[in-house]
């Protein structure tokens, strides 16, 4: 029976993130960053203040990838954040690839002159704000190597770095950002280059099993090579607008930063040898990373193994009468889900006993991307059971489970959240890689899709294109213009060998062209 208002047809469902993934991606992932209340830009100029809930994302990936670094035989230790010129002056090819990001202390005092602070005492050495540490860690190694004996050596450094960057966006590019960088030096070529590819896999390991990213593990081209370094390796993981995003590194830096420094040693022979060192880092980046491959129109979506907090209860009592035992029950079941392990870890619970609108804190956390959430009410804790809603489904769809089953089980649904967003993750790119033989599907499969003819060959537009690809810089430098388009890795497993569409030329097997961040 008609109401006698208009019947709205195809109404698109609201959602708490405005605008949406599809309507517009940028501001999509500012917003989701405002709603989950992760960070924010600061008063100086291109650095973001990192806010709890951000950087308990950051706390959760430290916490995992330290384990894993000690684990294969690393220890933390930490160097100055001030790095002398004359240092990098000695790299020729490392300075020139830093060169323009590097901040510079000059002088070392500040006087007050007609009501402003003005710089005095110049200093007889500027000092590089810290962007890389190859240079400085390599002076204490020089001290700390003598002897084949000291090898290998394996250090890890927690700490921040600047670069100054002139476009900014919270956590993918700031001046000033967050990582872990490891640096280690060894007695030959080989075991060199196994720590370098030993680290790739460990960041590879963390990415899948703990950010529910999969990414992809290659070689950099020589365009696209750490400054410096003799090969560069990658870990590269596609966002949900089929952007490529660069997840970690890990480089074979052979003698090169060595001999800059002079770290050698007596080998077994008693003959003088320069030592051959790696370095690989991961940064902040990944909380962006973690963003946009997981986060979706309501806001953030933690994977479990790294969610701040795993579990929220919302205590709910409208009338003030039943507030006390709701609570009192709420209590009781966030002690009984702490002592239950997941990940070999207990369980990280939040207990939300705040005297407001039930809806809203609910939407909040929703926003935050907490992988479970449960509310209490009276009725619920009558039946002694729980309202749950899960993050990695849409929002009105919550189950009733008891407090024993939810105990029982728990475990279990925090580990299937967590394959879930892997699950997705690795179909949405699957979805949108696609191998490609010509250079004219090519330039098509990176066209506007706004642009594209009704008889376009290519339905999906953007992502991973996989080509054969001969290697010369010529080309992906022409690509690079034509269509913002880089070759993002040359995978590991490259396959067959067959001839490049650009060229005509043979190639040793297929790369990975994307746009990226």
């Not at 109401?3 to 709205?8: C, I, R, S």
């Not at 954040?81 to 490392?94: G, Q, R, T």
């Not at 309501?298 to 709910?316: E, F, K, S, T």
Request: aromatic letters at 8%; charged letters at 25%; one cysteine or more.
């Amino acid at each position: 029976m008609s109401n006698g208002k208009p019947q709205q047809q195809n109404q698109k469902p609201q959602t708490a993130i405005t605008p949406t993934r599809e309507a517009n991606y940028q501001d999509w992932y500012q917003e989701v960053i405002k709603a989950a209340d992760l960070a924010e830009n600061s008063d100086v100029r291109g650095c973001m203040v990192i806010k709890p809930w951000g950087y308990g994302l950051w706390e959760g990936i430290q916490r995992a990838l330290d384990v894993m670094f000690k684990e294969t035989g690393h220890q933390n230790a930490y160097f100055p954040l001030f790095i002398p010129v004359s240092f990098l002056e000695k790299e020729a090819a490392h300075v020139e690839g830093f060169a323009k990001e590097c901040a510079v202390v000059t002088h070392h005092r500040l006087e007050l002159r007609d009501g402003k602070l003005v710089p005095t005492g110049k200093l007889e050495e500027p000092l590089v704000v810290r962007p890389t540490s190859e240079t400085i860690i390599g002076a204490s190694f020089a001290k700390w190597v003598k002897s084949y004996r000291d090898l290998p050596l394996l250090i890890n450094q927690w700490a921040n770095v600047v670069r100054w960057e002139m476009r900014t966006r919270l956590f993918l590019r700031t001046a000033e950002f967050l990582w872990q960088e490891g640096h280690t030096a060894h007695a030959t070529s080989e075991e060199a280059v196994e720590e370098t590819m030993k680290m790739l896999r460990v960041y590879a390991t963390f990415a899948e099993e703990y950010m529910a990213m999969p990414v992809i593990q290659g070689e950099k081209t020589a365009a696209e090579r750490f400054p410096g370094a003799v090969q560069t390796f990658c870990i590269e993981a596609m966002m949900q607008d089929r952007k490529a995003l660069q997840a970690g590194t890990s480089h074979f830096l052979g003698q090169n930063f060595a001999k800059a420094s002079g770290i050698q040693f007596t080998d077994q022979n008693n003959a003088v040898a320069h030592a051959w060192t790696t370095s690989w880092g991961v940064s902040t980046r990944l909380i962006g990373g973690m963003i946009m491959v997981h986060a979706d129109d309501d806001g953030m979506v933690c994977p479990p193994r790294l969610a701040p907090q795993q579990i929220v209860i919302i205590a709910i009592a409208q009338k003030p009468e039943d507030r006390p035992r709701v609570v009192d029950y709420c209590k009781a079941l966030a002690t009984e889900l702490r002592q239950q392990r997941y990940n070999d870890d207990r369980l990280r619970v939040e207990l939300d006993i705040r005297d407001a609108n039930g809806g809203e804190r609910r939407w909040g956390w929703v926003k935050k991307g907490v992988p479970v959430i449960l509310e209490v009410g009276p009725r619920d804790m009558d039946k002694d059971s729980v309202f749950m809603g899960r993050r990695d489904k849409t929002p009105k769809e919550k189950t009733t489970v008891t407090r024993a089953d939810l105990l029982t089980t728990i475990a279990a649904t925090l580990q299937e959240i967590q394959d879930n967003l892997l699950a997705k993750a690795k179909a949405f790119r699957d979805q949108h890689t696609k191998v490609i033989d010509t250079k004219d599907e090519f330039y098509a499969f990176f066209a506007d899709p706004k642009k594209a003819k009704e008889n376009d060959p290519t339905p999906i537009h953007g992502g991973f294109a996989m080509t054969h690809y001969s290697g010369e810089i010529a080309v992906e430098e022409q690509i690079k213009n034509d269509l913002k388009v880089t070759v993002r890795c040359i995978p590991l497993e490259r396959g067959e060998a067959g001839t490049c569409p650009f060229t005509g030329k043979p190639s040793a097997g297929r790369v990975v062209w994307a746009k990226s961040y």
